[in-house]
């Protein structure tokens, strides 16, 4: 049994009513379990987009990166060869990566980067998990074209709790620079200005027929009348929220971030940068040929987006020759925060036999964490932000600063001092009315610091996640490494501690790995600390993580080696 036990989370001996199935279905899936190996080759490539010739870096020469089919229970062995210019790692988005935190991917938060010329095998088993999740770069801004799907199909001997689709469609919406992405950042980071804005989003790598020179390369997504079809949608987008909609077709949701939903229909999809989204479409109108697309969702007031559109075309067989425009859908303002709430508020888990719900019902620890953007002055010289300021950005006024001589995983694994300090507040040390029309100036200024929490295994963690209006307030998709999360409530303006958790869902609420925090709004999430390891939450705007709105949760080994993490690998890179 010590197999079994080495991928269990602790939290599954809690659930007593449903423990022997459990069990039996885990060692069926360990009795059909594979061993699934892999090559990425980091490496730089030439490709055509918005008339013009671009190298970019890629996974094999793919773009976007080749798709993962793996199995619930599968056992990954990935090795990355990097052939590219940059140090580079990747992040095995959704994977909750029990015990195997050295394979998680964030660059100094759980490894040093891959230098260029050297390798690193990533080595992982999916345990529990099934649905979409993702793998991307997770260094600096490789993601924006160092991407792919990792799709998970249902252990051998179980289906979806749904009707299996005819087919099933990897959707990745993405981001596109007609710039080296790794020059807009870096020019960025050295004037303090903000990087500017995307010139493209992509379906699945293209643009579309809306942009110039695009019309031919459009992605086409053949079906048949009278079938229903899985499209797995993932954002892989650096700094944009998404809208997503298909010309004439309802969507059904039926699973988000890997976590199967109970099913509910829909025309419009909200996706922050990191989610997923599984919906079920049935081809139940006329034939002929229907737009599939995507804009942005821009929450922040006065905030620079890209507003252009991308498109996909769903073909019904016997229509690929017709030369009409497709059916073109109608999608939400861009500031349509109405729309993008709506919908994040119809999301509830499963909560069936087989995939049900352990919401904690109590919190050992109560976190409350301001999140937002930020001033910082540069003396002496006149920087590129706002009044000669560097934009900064800041959880609980602590701008995240990346370690260099070591990774925070491997100095916790090896008692290493100075890398990291384990005083990170557990709530913001200067309360204020944070979503107040103008909050003071002299709150816009974080300090910068390389500051953890500590969290003793097994911990049920509770962390309100509350925006602020410093400088502008927007959305925030905020993601959690190592683990899913229960979002129990949400809501505009202040927390309130006394009245908001009254309305608090503690029966189905949705799980996933990154929740949109609500712009000038509030969430609150809840999870057991039943991996160890060094686990970063950030926001997956790229360009707010590169300012420093992170934190990393380190939580202790459990009781025994079996609930403790494994030792480093030997290939692990150097600093």
Not at 311 to 316: C, D, F, G, P, R
Request: glycine letters at 8%; aromatic letters at 10%.
């Amino acid at each position: 049994m010590e197999v079994f036990n080495q991928h269990v989370p602790a939290r599954l001996y809690q659930a007593r009513l449903v423990l022997v199935p459990i069990w039996l279905t885990l060692l069926t899936a360990m009795a059909s379990a594979k061993l699934i190996t892999e090559t990425f080759v980091l490496q730089s490539t030439s490709v055509k987009r918005l008339c013009g010739t671009h190298n970019i870096i890629t996974v094999n020469g793919q773009f976007p990166g080749p798709t993962l089919h793996v199995t619930n229970g599968d056992t990954l062995m990935i090795k990355v060869y990097n052939n590219a210019q940059y140090k580079a790692t990747i992040h095995w988005h959704g994977v909750r990566q029990f015990r195997t935190g050295w394979s998680d991917g964030p660059e100094f938060i759980t490894q040093c980067p891959i230098r260029p010329g050297g390798s690193y095998t990533y080595r992982f088993t999916i345990t529990g998990q099934e649905g979409t999740l993702w793998w991307h770069a997770h260094s600096s801004w490789l993601r924006a074209t160092v991407y792919g799907a990792l799709i998970i199909s249902p252990m051998v001997g179980t289906t979806y709790p749904f009707t299996t689709p005819n087919s099933e469609v990897p959707i990745l919406l993405g981001e596109w620079w007609n710039r080296n992405p790794m020059d807009v950042v870096n020019q960025a980071t050295q004037t303090g200005a903000a990087p500017n804005v995307s010139d493209a989003f992509t379906i699945n790598g293209q643009p579309g027929d809306l942009y110039q020179c695009s019309s031919s390369d459009t992605i086409r997504v053949s079906v048949k009348s009278g079938e229903t079809n899985l499209l797995r949608v993932i954002n892989a987008a650096l700094n944009t929220d998404l809208f997503f909609t298909i010309g004439s077709h309802t969507m059904t949701v039926v699973a988000v971030d890997a976590l199967y939903t109970k099913p509910f229909q829909t025309n419009f999809l909200m996706l922050g940068p990191g989610q997923t989204t599984d919906v079920l479409v049935t081809t139940d109108q006329s034939t002929g040929r229907y737009y599939i697309a995507a804009r942005a969702y821009s929450s922040g007031q006065g905030v620079p987006f890209d507003n252009t559109t991308t498109v996909a075309i769903l073909e019904y067989e016997g229509s690929s020759n017709s030369t009409s425009v497709p059916t073109v859908p109608n999608l939400p303002a861009y500031n349509d925060t109405q729309t993008a709430t709506k919908f994040a508020n119809a999301l509830r888990s499963l909560g069936s036999h087989d995939h049900p719900v352990f919401v904690p019902q109590s919190v050992d620890e109560n976190l409350f964490y301001t999140i937002g953007l930020g001033l910082i002055n540069c003396p002496g010289q006149s920087c590129g932000g706002p009044n000669g300021s560097r934009f900064a950005a800041s959880i609980n006024n602590v701008s995240f600063v990346l370690p260099s001589t070591s990774s925070i995983l491997q100095a916790q694994h090896f008692g290493m001092k100075g890398v990291f300090s384990g005083d990170f507040p557990d709530n913001p040390l200067v309360q204020f009315d944070y979503t107040a029309q103008s909050v003071s100036r002299g709150l816009w200024s974080p300090v910068k610091g390389t500051r953890v929490k500590v969290l003793n295994y097994n911990t049920k963690v509770q962390v309100i996640l509350q925006g602020t209006n410093i400088f502008a307030g927007e959305s925030h998709p905020i993601h959690l490494h190592g683990y899913d999360f229960y979002i129990v409530g949400s809501g505009f303006g202040n927390y309130n501690s006394k009245t908001d958790p009254q309305k608090f869902n503690l029966v189905d609420p949705p799980m996933r790995n990154t929740v949109n925090v609500p712009v000038k709004g509030w969430a609150a999430i809840r999870f057991v600390a039943d991996n160890p390891g060094a686990w970063v939450m950030h926001c997956h705007l790229d360009v707010h993580i590169t300012w420093g709105l992170a934190m990393v949760f380190v939580v202790s080994n459990g009781p025994s080696p079996l609930f403790s993490i494994e030792s480093p690998p030997v290939d692990l890179p150097q600093c």
